[in-house]
């Protein structure tokens, strides 16, 4: 669940973050509209709180994967709100890179294509990375929450056994155990990251 929710953040967070950084004003792909509907749509899934986000897209949910409960269930939910999240730290780190680096790949007649994959990303690898890590720990914290819906997960184990039955030992344990991966995970992404740093 955890899983696969990354990986649909990345294949669409990065290009979507990509596409907030070059359509700017100034910048190798301006084009306000395509800016301004992108900006509008992460805008607004970011604004909305998870629970209520998860609640309302209950149909889109079972129409994509048939059901609304259960691990795929929550695959939709922490998918839609972990990408524009992804995106928008996509395009921070993409905002961090030396404009100088950027005009002398246009001066040199590098195409679009070529800015994006030979300058801008091996530019940006470290707060990717960054951005990488913050989305996967939200997407944990958001599991936790789909267990209030039947989204198993270890949301479900402390929603389920510790909290309806008055179990505290359950749920410290869950606790415990989601601040440590917490911690190992944003360890190891820092650890990753400084090794791209140039």
């Given at each position: 669940m955890v899983g696969l929710s990354l990986i649909i953040a990345i294949v669409l967070g990065?290009?979507?973050?990509?596409?907030l950084y070059i359509t700017s004003q100034g910048?190798?792909?301006?084009?306000?509209?395509?800016?301004?509907?992108?900006?509008?749509?992460?805008?607004?899934?970011?604004?909305?709180?998870?629970?209520i986000l998860m609640v309302a897209l209950i149909p889109v949910t079972k129409l994509l994967v048939g059901k609304s409960t259960g691990a795929m269930g929550a695959v939709v939910p922490l998918s839609v709100a972990a990408v524009p999240l992804l995106a928008r730290l996509v395009e921070?780190?993409?905002?961090?890179i030396d404009k100088g680096v950027l005009e002398s790949s246009v001066a040199s007649g590098?195409?679009?294509?070529?800015?994006?994959?030979?300058?801008l990303l091996p530019e940006a690898t470290y707060g990717i990375i960054q951005g990488i890590?913050?989305?996967?720990?939200?997407?944990?914290?958001?599991?936790?929450?789909?267990?209030?819906?039947?989204?198993?997960?270890?949301?479900?184990?402390?929603?389920?056994?510790?909290?309806?039955?008055?179990?505290?030992?359950?749920?410290?344990?869950?606790?415990?155990?989601?601040?440590?991966?917490?911690?190992i995970i944003q360890i190891s992404g820092d650890k990753l990251a400084e090794l791209t740093k140039k």
């Open positions: 990065i290009p979507l973050g990509i596409l910048l190798i792909w301006k084009n306000h509209v395509v800016r301004a509907i992108s900006n509008m749509i992460i805008n607004m899934i970011r604004s909305i709180p998870f629970i921070t780190a993409l905002r961090n590098a195409s679009t294509w070529q800015i994006i994959t030979s300058v890590t913050l989305t996967l720990i939200n997407i944990i914290a958001y599991s936790a929450t789909v267990g209030a819906i039947g989204g198993g997960g270890i949301g479900d184990l402390a929603i389920r056994y510790g909290y309806y039955r008055y179990d505290n030992m359950t749920l410290i344990v869950t606790i415990v155990f989601l601040v440590l991966v917490v911690q």
